[in-house]
DNA sequence: TTGACATACTGTGCTTCACACAGTATAATG
DNA sequence: CATTATACTGTGTGAAGCACAGTATGTCAA
């Protein structure tokens, strides 16, 4: 049945495009990859390893954040957080986000 | 400079994720490929008529859809509207939706 | 009537990225 | 001491939006 393979589809392309303000958003603490990854699944954003990972070192590739390992915890951990320059684009995300929630209640109305 | 880039990019995900559902809305009306387009930038989603048209033959192809050739009028056209199992999908993908704006206002409060 | 522009659809190739899957290794808990 | 939670890295793949290109018809003004 195509049914619930293609709601699973949309659903994955929405959460999708939705990870990357998520992550930002919650970098204004600092924060490593596990720590992350639990706290937006609390929230309610259920996100894979091998995608969250991968999207942080992004992230900081393109200077929208900054990372640095700390040792001298139980464990070493990478700890990342916003960047200047992330903090000029996270409110411009947002307000595309916002945008794009007031023009899908237009439609879904 | 990475930083429009960056924005950019992220402005195109989210709206990625958001095309389909926003597509499947509106066809509860017949409407054929370009009269959608027109639609859909009215509304205030800009969508390339690369992206559209492969859109509407996926989810012909996924069942979501139907389509029909019309030529009695001005010029052929391909006209699309919702399928039964469609219209079974749509309101889950809006809960969907619903539930990802729900969890991003938490998240950005 | 001819040139420009809007309309209307099709097709190819590129790039990006989430996800699956796999692997490594240490702390904590019982 | 074994199991589970923690914490990170890496590879491969498939899906899909988009850029770009192409075709062709209508409409309307100069």
Redesign the pocket.
């Known amino acids: 049945m195509a049914n619930t393979e293609?709601l699973e589809?949309?659903?994955?392309?929405l959460?999708?495009?939705v990870?990357?303000l998520a992550a930002l958003s919650q970098l204004g603490t600092e924060q490593?990859?596990?720590?992350?990854?639990?706290q937006l699944s609390d929230l309610g954003l259920?996100?894979?390893?091998?995608?969250?990972?991968?999207?942080?070192?992004?992230l900081e590739a393109q200077g929208l954040l900054v990372s640095v390992?700390k040792l001298e915890?139980?464990?070493?951990?990478?700890?990342?957080i916003i960047s200047a320059e992330g903090k000029k684009i996270l409110p411009k995300m947002k307000k595309e986000w916002a945008g794009i929630v007031s023009v899908m209640d237009k439609m879904l109305a």
């Open positions: 293609s589809n949309v659903v994955l392309e959460r999708r495009g990870i990357t490593y990859g596990y720590s992350l990854l639990k259920e996100v894979d390893q091998g995608t969250l990972y991968p999207l942080l070192r992004r390992w915890e139980a464990r070493p951990r990478r700890y990342y």
